[in-house]
């Protein structure tokens, strides 16, 4: 979920295994409240922007979460150390301040007695906020009526070897930076709260959509993450949600499970927010030092020269050889994990054959964090 930034927003790195790039978050320029299934616009991947801008199936009861909405530890007894001793121990659920009077509610009992009767807009993320998941606040603003922002560090999108238990969690901080942009209720349940029995029995299965490139490094992210967004959706009451396009993927699956399951919510993207040097805003940026945040800033330039390629009217053979050559000139110390240009509805690779709009996706390590990243082309019909 948006950690939707990514998303959020609802929708990030690790140093052991696959982990999400900033799950349900993550996000660049804020503009208007946009039409069910709309995306706001991306611009070029080098320079920085200003202010303002879910998947393999998994077996009953198994275990495993976009740069918004989860590493180590299950819901149930398949995970080792369980959520919440895990999230304790990170200081999870430590008493915070409130700044500038900010409602908290931590149960869903709670929540229901505090939602008002007007439209209602839900910002999911995993906390860690930076200024990704803050313009997802402000897209959420900018729509109007109640706005609710949900901080929840959801287990069931992470596997058994991701970052878990050292994802970043400083409730109070994440406060502070919630204060003066607008939010009416900020939900922050435990994840007893969410999962009171456990691992669900039923969950959500996101489909050929969750089976490829992050579905398939990461096996069972996204049905946790689908499954975290439909019990968030529910409690909220929400009619629009509002997701970063830096986890386009979830954001994909997001949009599959509402419209295949008559949800009836409007899904708000927001493009992505990036650093001067390029590199997507994402929680686990923290990870890098130095050397590796060199290493990760290949993966931002091979799409910015696959995006040159694309406005260049390159067919889709020559974006993707001026994305891996560009990577290749990188000092990334790894082969990325995937690099391709796919069909932005299916995730499928385009042929050769291709014209119109594509999204070249990639995703590679660098030192202890893995990083995803994308940006939306055209590509020039022959």
Avoid: C
Wanted: hydrophobic share 45%; aromatic share 4%.
């Amino acid at each position: 979920m948006t950690a939707p930034n990514g998303s959020a927003g609802a929708g990030g790195p690790q140093a052991d295994a696959a982990q999400p790039a900033d799950a349900v978050a993550g996000a660049d320029a804020v503009g208007a409240a946009q039409p069910a299934d709309a995306v706001a616009g991306a611009g070029a991947v080098g320079a920085a922007r200003p202010a303002g801008a879910v998947d393999v199936a998994r077996p009953a009861g198994a275990v495993a979460g976009a740069d918004a909405v989860g590493a180590v530890g299950a819901v149930g007894a398949a995970r080792p150390a369980g959520p919440d001793r895990a999230a304790r121990r990170a200081g999870a659920d430590a008493a915070s301040p409130q700044p500038g009077g900010l409602r908290v509610v931590r149960t869903a009992r709670e929540l229901k007695g505090a939602l008002g009767p007007s439209r209602r807009t839900v910002v999911m993320t995993m906390g860690a906020l930076h200024e990704g998941h803050l313009d997802l606040v402000r897209a959420g603003r900018l729509r109007g009526g109640q706005l609710v922002v949900t901080i929840f560090v959801n287990p069931l999108q992470f596997g058994p070897n991701e970052d878990f238990a050292r994802y970043p969690r400083d409730l109070g901080k994440d406060l502070a930076a919630l204060d003066g942009l607008g939010v009416d209720l900020v939900y922050a349940p435990s994840a007893n709260e969410m999962y009171p029995a456990g691992t669900p029995q039923v969950m959500i299965e996101p489909g050929p959509l969750g089976q490829v490139f992050e579905g398939a490094i990461r096996p069972g992210h996204f049905q946790g993450v689908a499954t975290v967004v439909f019990k968030l959706l529910a409690r909220s009451g929400a009619d629009a949600a509002v997701f970063g396009e830096k986890d386009a993927q979830q954001l994909a699956v997001i949009r599959q499970m509402v419209r295949d399951l008559d949800l009836g919510v409007e899904i708000i993207a927001v493009p992505t927010r990036r650093e001067p040097d390029g590199l997507a805003l994402s929680s686990r940026n923290a990870y890098l030092d130095a050397t590796a945040r060199q290493g990760a800033l290949a993966l931002p330039q091979a799409i910015q020269a696959g995006q040159a390629a694309a406005a260049a009217g390159g067919p889709p053979k020559a974006i993707r050889g001026a994305a891996r050559a560009a990577l290749g000139r990188g000092p990334a110390p790894e082969l990325p994990e995937y690099l391709e240009l796919v069909d932005p509805a299916t995730f499928q690779a385009v042929p050769d054959t291709w014209s119109g709009p594509a999204l070249l996706i990639g995703a590679l390590r660098a030192g202890p964090a893995r990083l995803i990243d994308n940006a939306r082309v055209v590509v020039a019909g022959r």
